[in-house]
C-alpha cells in the first residue's frame, strides 16, 4: 500500500494533468469537478526511496460540446515532490463543434510538464494539442494559463471560413476568459460573401461563457490590408467585413 503522501501526489498529478487542456472547457461553463463528473478511473503508482512511477487512465471522459468522449492516459515519474507528468489525450478525430466554430482537427496529443513542489503549477509544459505545437506553463490554483503555439494546416468554418497553413501565437486563460493572439499564413477566407487569400492574417480571439466568441482579424497580402473582420455574436450585426484588393 503506498502513504497518503503518495496518493495525494498522484491526485495532484491528475488534476494537473487534466487542467492542461481544461482551459477549454472550463471557459465554456464546465469546471474540472464537472468535466470528471461520470468518467470511470483506473491506475496504479510506485513509490520507492522517494521516486514514483504511476499512470492513471480516464476513459470516457466527457467535454462539453465534443460529439464523443475522451480517453486520457496521465503519467508521473520522477521524485515524489517534483514528477515529470505526460498527458495522452485520444479524442474525437473530429470536426470539432466549438463555440460555433466547426476545426476540421483531431483533439488528441501529448502533453508533459513538471509540478512544482508547491503542487501549485505546472512548469516546462510541452507538447502537441491537435494542429498545435505548445509550450507554456500552468498555475492550478487559482486557474491560469500561459501557452506559445506554432500551428500546422487545419481549417475553420463557421461565420467565417478560414484555411490556415500554418502560423505562430499565444494562447492565455485567466479568470474564466481564453484570449489568443494569432499571425498566420491563410490560403482562402470566406464571410459574409467576401473572399480573399493567400494572405496574412492577424486575429485576436476571445472566449467566455457568458458573452462567447468575440473575433477580430486582419488580412493582408503584398504588403497591404485586404481584409478587416470582426465578429460579435453580442453586435448587430455579430459578423462585419470589409474587403479589397
Given at each position: 500500500?503506498?502513504?497518503?503522501?503518495?496518493?495525494?501526489?498522484?491526485?495532484?498529478?491528475?488534476?494537473?494533468?487534466?487542467?492542461?487542456?481544461?482551459?477549454?472547457?472550463?471557459?465554456?461553463?464546465?469546471?474540472?469537478?464537472?468535466?470528471?463528473?461520470?468518467?470511470?478511473?483506473?491506475?496504479?503508482?510506485?513509490?520507492?526511496?522517494?521516486?514514483?512511477?504511476?499512470?492513471?487512465?480516464?476513459?470516457?471522459?466527457?467535454?462539453?460540446?465534443?460529439?464523443?468522449?475522451?480517453?486520457?492516459?496521465?503519467?508521473?515519474?520522477?521524485?515524489?515532490?517534483?514528477p515529470r507528468l505526460t498527458l495522452e489525450l485520444d479524442g474525437p478525430a473530429g470536426p470539432l463543434e466549438i463555440a460555433g466554430?466547426?476545426?476540421?482537427?483531431?483533439?488528441?496529443?501529448?502533453?508533459?510538464?513538471?509540478?512544482?513542489?508547491?503542487?501549485?503549477?505546472?512548469?516546462?509544459?510541452?507538447?502537441?494539442?491537435?494542429?498545435?505545437?505548445?509550450?507554456?506553463?500552468?498555475?492550478?490554483?487559482?486557474?491560469?494559463?500561459?501557452?506559445?503555439?506554432?500551428?500546422?494546416?487545419?481549417?475553420?468554418?463557421?461565420?467565417?471560413?478560414?484555411?490556415?497553413?500554418?502560423?505562430?501565437?499565444?494562447?492565455?486563460?485567466?479568470?474564466?476568459?481564453?484570449?489568443?493572439?494569432?499571425?498566420?499564413?491563410?490560403?482562402?477566407?470566406?464571410?459574409?460573401?467576401?473572399?480573399?487569400?493567400?494572405?496574412?492574417?492577424?486575429?485576436?480571439?476571445?472566449?467566455?461563457?457568458?458573452?462567447?466568441?468575440?473575433?477580430?482579424?486582419?488580412?493582408?497580402?503584398?504588403?497591404?490590408?485586404?481584409?478587416?473582420?470582426?465578429?460579435?455574436?453580442?453586435?448587430?450585426?455579430?459578423?462585419?467585413?470589409?474587403?479589397?484588393?
Open positions: 500500500r503506498l502513504p497518503v503522501t503518495a496518493w495525494l501526489s498522484l491526485a495532484a498529478t491528475l488534476v494537473g494533468g487534466v487542467l492542461l487542456f481544461a482551459p477549454l472547457g472550463s471557459a465554456r461553463g464546465g469546471s474540472p469537478e464537472a468535466l470528471l463528473a461520470g468518467t470511470r478511473f483506473e491506475g496504479a503508482a510506485v513509490l520507492d526511496d522517494g521516486q514514483i512511477e504511476g499512470q492513471v487512465n480516464l476513459n470516457d471522459l466527457v467535454v462539453p460540446e465534443l460529439d464523443a468522449p475522451v480517453q486520457v492516459s496521465l503519467a508521473a515519474t520522477g521524485p515524489l515532490e517534483q466554430f466547426t476545426v476540421d482537427a483531431p483533439l488528441a496529443g501529448t502533453m508533459s510538464g513538471t509540478l512544482s513542489p508547491s503542487y501549485d503549477r505546472l512548469e516546462d509544459v510541452s507538447g502537441r494539442l491537435g494542429p498545435l505545437q505548445l509550450s507554456g506553463e500552468v498555475a492550478l490554483s487559482p486557474l491560469a494559463a500561459q501557452f506559445d503555439f506554432t500551428a500546422a494546416p487545419f481549417s475553420v468554418a463557421g461565420p467565417a471560413t478560414v484555411a490556415v497553413e500554418g502560423g505562430s501565437g499565444t494562447i492565455t486563460y485567466r479568470d474564466g476568459e481564453l484570449v489568443s493572439a494569432a499571425d498566420l499564413d491563410v490560403t482562402r477566407v470566406e464571410a459574409a460573401g467576401a473572399q480573399a487569400g493567400p494572405l496574412a492574417l492577424a486575429v485576436q480571439a476571445n472566449y467566455d461563457a457568458q458573452a462567447g466568441a468575440r473575433l477580430e482579424a486582419s488580412g493582408t497580402a503584398q504588403g497591404q490590408q485586404v481584409l478587416a473582420l470582426t465578429y460579435d455574436p453580442s453586435s448587430t450585426p455579430s459578423l462585419a467585413v470589409n474587403a479589397s484588393g
